[in-house]
């Protein structure tokens, strides 16, 4: 894959929008030429980097890569060899790299994984310069990059201190770093966000029940005479507070799962900033977390409804849909008929959103709600994949909106006619003229109907006169077809949907006269 296109992949680079510097991960340092090959910024097999084995490092080194892995990213050079093709000389890679800055501490995780197994030292973060970079520059590149003054420079401030004495354009977008961190080795910086008791309680609860959906984000401080680290938390406040409570109640032995609660948070999933981040990227990051409600991504949300399905709420209702929080999903025809008689996608909305607002979700609005549970109760296993893609994708132009999706899983909801969706799918993937063709077929086209009050109370007299001697009658033979039973069933749901209806507006008719 050619650079330029790894580049946007990586860093999400919009020409237009992220020329300056900004949040690193989220906006690119300086300008590109599309038409040049500037940086690899990649997670490198350690095996694939050429290490000095007489490299010497101490032993407070030592420990601290094997404790906290490598924090900051190494500096690499590609390993080529001189080809020749139809004519062209050219730089022929080889696969493996040589290293710029980073000697001793690949050799100290060289050391650490020939005696155990460390899946955090297997693939390193690296930069890696461009194959055209020269032995000059290279060589340059190492005295600004090792220089004493520049040792706890962030990667991005390195970068501009590069390009400025090298006189070319070296282009850096940063992937965070994913680690378990010792809670003992995160501390808190000072906080002007401060959280109720209320508040953590509530989330230390959410923790408990469903885990931790969210990673926190911490930056590496290192002591340069011991190397030691320890990790400055950036966002996730609520949530170390919350964990540090169900750490203090497990180690009391106040909580059923205490052993499993110790054994998951004694380390807590964290993204590591860059070592030496600058002040405004920190607070920059820190503001955002806080400020603005974080976005849960569509399969988030799943694994939250799968949870959710197995809360209990109240355990003495005789009705299993009351007794939790929501229902799990039909996995039959007869649970599916149950479930349509019984639940109603409109009633789930608040008890879900209660929950996620608990977690510190605000975004998910009736309408977008509406669709994804529909989506996640009705949907086909495609239709639901689909449905993630959206969202982790949500810069690449999808040939099925989300509103698409939601209308083909209530379209074809129907326990026999779930098989269709994904005939529906493939179809609109091929023409996207597809789905507007069917909806305005698939459209009732009854024209409106009008009562007086006086009308529908004849019609409802009637009708409920003649259900009622049919619920009293007597039945003379069995239902010979499962098909007809399921007809029957399906009738008698419609039928009291429609009740409901009426009964509803009725209600709603009543209040505004008696205003």
């Known amino acids: 894959m050619a650079a330029k296109s790894q580049f946007k992949n990586l860093s999400g680079f919009n020409k237009e929008k992220d020329k300056s510097s900004g949040i690193f991960g989220q906006t690119i340092i300086s300008d590109i030429n599309d038409d040049e090959e500037k940086y690899l910024f990649e997670r490198i097999d350690i095996e694939d980097i050429i290490c000095d084995e007489k490299t010497e490092y101490d032993d407070d080194l030592y420990e601290s890569v094997k404790q906290s892995g490598i924090v900051s990213p190494i500096w690499l050079s590609f390993d080529y060899i001189d080809a020749e093709k139809a004519g062209r000389k050219y730089k022929k890679k080889t696969g493996k790299y040589h290293i710029i800055d980073g000697n001793k501490r690949v050799a100290a995780a060289n050391k650490i994984l020939s005696m155990e197994d460390n899946s955090r030292l297997r693939k390193l973060q690296a930069l890696i310069l461009p194959i055209d970079t020269t032995e000059a520059e290279i060589e340059e590149i190492k005295k600004t990059v090792r220089a004493k003054e520049n040792q706890n420079r962030s990667t991005v401030d390195l970068i501009s201190i590069v390009n400025s004495s090298k006189g070319a354009q070296i282009t850096y977008g940063y992937k965070y770093e994913n680690a378990d961190i010792p809670f003992d080795l995160i501390y808190e910086r000072d906080n002007k966000y401060p959280a109720t008791e209320a508040e953590i309680e509530a989330l230390a609860d959410s923790i408990y029940k469903y885990g931790l959906f969210q990673d926190i984000m911490v930056l590496p401080e290192v002591n340069q005479e011991t190397m030691q680290v320890t990790y400055r938390l950036e966002a996730g406040h609520k949530r170390r507070k919350a964990i540090k409570l169900l750490l203090d109640r497990a180690k009391a032995g106040q909580l059923e799962k205490g052993k499993t609660i110790i054994a998951n948070y004694s380390k807590i999933p964290a993204k590591i900033l860059p070592l030496g981040a600058t002040n405004e990227q920190i607070e920059a990051v820190y503001n955002e977390s806080n400020i603005h409600s974080r976005k849960m991504t569509t399969d988030s949300f799943f694994a939250h409804l799968s949870y959710f399905s197995s809360y209990v709420i109240d355990e003495n209702t005789k009705d299993e849909y009351e007794k939790y929080l929501i229902p799990k999903i039909p996995t039959s025809r007869k649970e599916y008929l149950t479930f349509i008689e019984n639940v109603s996608i409109n009633a789930l909305i608040p008890r879900v959103q209660g929950e996620l607002k608990k977690l510190g979700f605000a975004d998910w609005k009736n309408r977008k709600m509406t669709q994804y549970l529909n989506i996640y109760y009705f949907g086909c296993d495609k239709l639901k994949d689909m449905c993630i893609e959206l969202t982790q994708h949500p810069d690449k132009r999808q040939p099925i909106t989300l509103g698409d999706m939601a209308w083909i899983a209530t379209t074809f909801k129907d326990w026999d006619k779930r098989g269709q969706q994904e005939d529906v799918i493939e179809k609109a993937l091929q023409d996207k003229t597809y789905i507007p063709s069917i909806k305005d077929k698939t459209v009732s086209k009854t024209r409106t109907v009008r009562y007086t009050s006086q009308q529908v109370a004849k019609k409802i007299l009637k009708d409920s006169q003649s ?42 008719l009543s209040e505004e006269q008696n205003k």
Not at 468 to 493: C, G, H, M, R, T
Request: hydrophobic share 40%.
């Open 467 to 508: 259900l009622e001697n049919v619920a009293f009658a007597e039945i003379i033979d069995s239902v010979s077809a499962k098909e007809d039973y399921d007809k029957i069933l399906k009738s008698i749901v419609n039928m009291k949907n429609s009740i409901k209806k009426i009964e509803k507006r009725f209600k709603e």
